[in-house]
């Protein structure tokens, strides 16, 4: 039990002396502030905190990738038509699809799909 005691005390003293070693050595730690901000596709985060969004332009980007989704899940489709009942599989994809429309229908009845109001 000792023993273990000792081990363990040793253990952080050589983490605590590594540590204090690594913060002394280590590169300036002051921080300039115009490094430490993000930089993204030449905004300059400096002259405008925030710029107009679309959330409009955002909704259409969803809708495309549910779309697109949804066509991954499509294309495997006929893969399995040699494979499996033909009932059954015309029945789950008549099933997709027509949720498929009924979301589309959806959308464009509440103007989802208009990129001007």
């Given at each position: 039990?000792?023993f273990?005691?000792?081990s363990l005390?040793?253990?952080?003293?050589?983490?605590?002396i590594?540590?204090t070693?690594i913060s002394?050595?280590?590169?300036?730690?002051?921080?300039?502030?115009?490094?430490?901000t993000?930089?993204?596709c030449?905004?300059n985060?400096?002259?405008?905190?925030?710029?107009?969004f679309?959330?409009?332009?955002?909704?259409?980007?969803?809708?495309?990738?549910?779309f697109?989704?949804?066509?991954?899940?499509?294309?495997?489709?006929?893969?399995t038509?040699k494979?499996?009942?033909?009932?059954?599989w015309?029945?789950t994809?008549?099933?997709?699809?027509?949720?498929?429309?009924?979301g589309?229908?959806?959308e464009?009845k509440y103007?989802?799909l208009?990129?001007?109001?």
């Amino acid at each position: 039990m000792f023993f273990m005691i000792i081990s363990l005390m040793l253990i952080v003293l050589i983490s605590l002396i590594i540590m204090t070693l690594i913060s002394l050595i280590s590169k300036k730690t002051i921080s300039d502030l115009q490094k430490s901000t993000p930089f993204e596709c030449g905004f300059n985060p400096l002259t405008m905190k925030r710029l107009p969004f679309s959330i409009h332009f955002f909704l259409i980007a969803v809708i495309f990738l549910i779309f697109d989704i949804e066509i991954i899940i499509i294309l495997p489709m006929t893969l399995t038509l040699k494979t499996t009942m033909m009932y059954a599989w015309m029945m789950t994809s008549s099933l997709f699809i027509m949720i498929l429309i009924l979301g589309l229908y959806h959308e464009w009845k509440y103007g989802m799909l208009n990129w001007t109001k």
